[in-house]
Nanobody, 120 residues
Framework: QVQLVESGGGLVQPGGSLRLSCAPS????????MGWFRQAPGKQRELVAV???????NYADSVKGRFTISRDNAKNSVYLQMNSLNPEDTAVYYC??????????????WGQGTQVTVSS
């Protein structure tokens, strides 16, 4: 079973930056959208950013202008550059990948989560 492996989380001061990376442990054919979600304590998991197979992006309003999602199709990898971080960005961040099984079915993959803490 292919797993998504995340890296790049950690502790950062307000105003700082972090870059999250996500890559599969094996080959995933037919990747559709790739994205990042986050879940803060006591809150539901929410979409942060998503990027389509052709590079179209969508962001949560709370991160627009501060976060940038990108992907490397050759490596089946997705990245999240986070700038101007504030304490409200503190959460566990999860990588998410949608795979086209065929014209109808999709398979979803989730990373194990990486903690991002923004604090002085």
């Amino acid at each position: 079973q292919v797993q998504l492996v995340e890296s790049g989380g950690g502790l950062v001061q307000p105003g700082g930056s972090l870059r999250l990376s996500c890559a599969p442990s094996g080959i995933i054919f037919g990747i559709n959208a790739m994205g990042w979600f986050r879940q803060a304590p006591g809150k539901q998991r929410e979409l942060v950013a998503v990027i389509s197979s052709v590079g179209l992006t969508n962001y949560a309003d709370s991160v627009k202008g501060r976060f940038t999602i990108s992907r490397d199709n050759a490596k089946n990898s997705v990245y999240l550059q986070m700038n101007s971080l504030n304490p409200e960005d503190t959460a566990v961040y999860y990588c998410h990948v949608k795979q086209n099984i065929d014209s109808v079915r999709l398979r979803e993959y989730w990373g194990q989560g990486t903690q991002v803490t923004v604090s002085s």
